[in-house]
């Protein structure tokens, strides 16, 4: 078994993380839709934060160059600050929950009416429906996303270390 994880990493990083991105963006579109969900702001942001990983790296598949390795990097430290933000929110304490005011609204309909850069702004700020929890298995959607988001960031200097 590390004989494979060590194949993966070697000669099919780009492809892994392509894979695994993709993955976790339909996973929470159909855990959604299965559940009858509705996705919080940040939640959409992250989704949108994997959806970079997933470019980095399959332009990094493609081109062959050490700055794919950069994107992927940088891609993952958005993305652990945008899910470390949310683990935040959703441990403070209700007090401290009732002060924010950011996302009020569905990131969509944030982005018609404010624009792409105030709706982001929006969403980092936070608001009390970024403090749900969703549905859980061991952990929720913000923690596992920041996994992900670690491990995308370890890898990727390793291979541009490497490289």
Not at 32 to 53: E, P, S
Not at 75 to 103: H, P, R, W
Not at 112 to 137: K, N, V, W
């Amino acid at each position: 078994m590390l004989n494979l994880i060590k194949e993966v990493y070697q000669n099919y990083f780009e492809i892994a993380s392509t894979i695994t991105a993709a993955m976790i963006i339909i996973v929470a579109y159909l855990l959604d839709k299965a559940f009858f969900l509705q996705a919080c702001a940040m939640c959409i942001l992250t989704r949108y934060i994997f959806g970079l990983v997933l470019l980095s790296s399959i332009s990094t598949y493609f081109v062959k160059n050490k700055f794919g390795y950069v994107l992927i990097a940088i891609s993952s430290v958005i993305g652990i600050f945008v899910t470390s933000k949310q683990i935040y929110i959703q441990n403070l304490a209700l007090e401290d929950l009732a002060q924010l005011s950011g996302c009020g609204m569905p990131f969509h309909t944030m982005v018609d009416y404010f624009g792409i850069l105030e709706a982001i702004s929006r969403t980092l700020q936070g608001g009390p429906s970024c403090a749900e929890d969703g549905m859980r298995f061991i952990f929720n959607f913000a923690e596992w996303a920041f996994i992900f988001f670690l491990i995308y960031l370890f890898l990727s200097i390793t291979k541009l270390l490497k490289s």
